[in-house]
């Protein structure tokens, strides 16, 4: 592999090469939303005011971001937003790694990376502290003139930020179609349930009983594993699969919101325009104007 530093345009990765990293000034965001094959960790700096959108997620970044996307199916793009900096520097680094059972990320050392990455299908973002960790490695990384220690300082830069805490997922399970995944037998039973029924009406006694409890019990075990109580993680998948419909179907807003469990019309509007920040018809619009997969 050789290291290639390029300003304008990222291209996919080459045959057998492994990395494919881009390290440049500039004074605006123009890419369009775009998805791609191989794995993606952006860094952007002295970008306070751009809008950053991975999948049903919109957000606002603050003078530094750094996000590790791992889905071929995750729409994302920086976009200038509200952002005046004059000069912005985007290192971007398109990778190629194996994760499967019986490749090197399946041994110990390496399986910190490898649950960073499963979560990654979703977008991550790392937080300040994380960046500032790696931010020497990341600001050296177009320079390493050999392919074998620019590969070596990656791992290295992934391997750090496997062992930060506060990494945030972004896309919501159901828009970026990730199987749901859980250390709890009892609570895996009930969102598999949940990701195939939340089209219907789902009662908390139902899924209580399900996972062999009280309803009262049960509420306070979802609470403890998940972090969320029920209600509201019913209604992020539901949202989830609501934003992955007006993206991809031409179905009408009362159609998806009846669809995808919602029964009150003016009642989705509300609960979407104050998780996303917009109307369902503006995130529509939004996505329509710049999507683009390449």
């Not at 209580?208 to 509201?232: E, Q, V, W």
């Not at 209604?235 to 031409?250: F, K, P, W, Y």
């Amino acid at each position: 592999m050789e290291e290639r530093r390029i300003i304008h345009e990222i291209t996919p990765l080459m045959g057998k090469d492994v990395l494919y990293i881009a390290d440049r000034h500039k004074k605006e965001f123009t890419y369009p939303i775009h998805n791609h094959e191989v794995f993606e960790l952006n860094f952007v700096e002295h970008a306070a005011g751009v809008r950053r959108i991975v999948g049903d997620s919109s957000e606002v970044i603050g003078e530094y971001d750094l996000v590790l996307i791992t889905s071929p199916d995750l729409e994302h793009v920086w976009e200038q937003y509200q952002c005046k900096s004059e000069d912005i520097r985007e290192i971007t680094v398109q990778f190629n790694l194996q994760l499967g059972k019986d490749t090197l990320f399946d041994r110990t050392p390496f399986l910190s990376i490898r649950k960073m990455m499963n979560e990654a299908r979703k977008g991550l973002s790392f937080p300040v502290s994380a960046i500032m960790k790696v931010y020497g490695m990341l600001d050296t990384l177009s320079s390493v003139k050999e392919g074998f220690y620019a590969v070596m300082q990656f791992l290295s830069i992934l391997y750090e930020l496997s062992k930060c805490e506060g990494a945030k997922p972004l896309a919501s399970s159901s828009f970026a179609k990730i199987a749901v995944e859980d250390d709890s037998r009892r609570i895996l039973k009930v969102k598999n349930y949940i990701s195939k029924n939340y089209m219907d009406e789902v009662r908390l006694p139902q899924l209580a009983d399900i996972a062999g409890m009280s309803p009262s019990a049960f509420s306070r075990f979802f609470k403890l594993h998940t972090g969320r109580n029920l209600t509201d993680y019913i209604i992020d998948i539901r949202l989830g699969a609501a934003s992955r419909m007006l993206v991809d179907t031409t179905n009408s807003i009362s159609e998806i919101c009846f669809e995808c469990g919602f029964n009150n019309l003016s009642n989705f509007n509300r609960i979407f325009k104050k998780k996303k920040g917009c109307s369902p018809s503006s995130f529509r619009e939004n996505y329509h104007k710049t999507r683009i997969v390449v």
